[in-house]
């Protein structure tokens, strides 16, 4: 078994092994961000805006959290596109 870095995995590159026979395994880890990012991609979930101070907040689910590795405290970039806001991790 040899560990690869980068093996494809449902349109992502996640860590794993790779056997001399051909046969793949994938980290636990990453092949489930990408199932969870890909479930992500076919729905949208619905979030209440609240209000702090003067300030409109936005509660992300905690799976788009895990999904996209969002820590607190880190900076995103927002923008507006087409009527639509994007948060992009910084
Ligand atoms: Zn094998």
């Avoid at 051909?22 to 991609?41: F, H, I, M, R, W």
């Avoid at 949208?44 to 820590?71: C, Q, Y």
């Amino acid at each position: 078994m040899e560990h690869v870095k980068a093996l494809d995995f449902n349109g992502y590159r996640i860590a794993g092994w790779k056997c001399a026979c051909g046969e793949k395994y994938y980290e636990p880890e990453g092949a489930q961000k990408v199932l969870l990012l890909n479930k992500l991609k076919k729905q949208s979930l619905k979030a209440k805006l609240g209000r702090i101070k003067s300030n409109l907040i936005l509660r992300l689910p905690t799976d788009i959290e895990h999904a996209l590795n969002l820590k607190q405290g880190e900076d995103v970039f927002i923008s507006i596109e087409n009527d639509a806001i994007k948060v992009v991790p910084a």
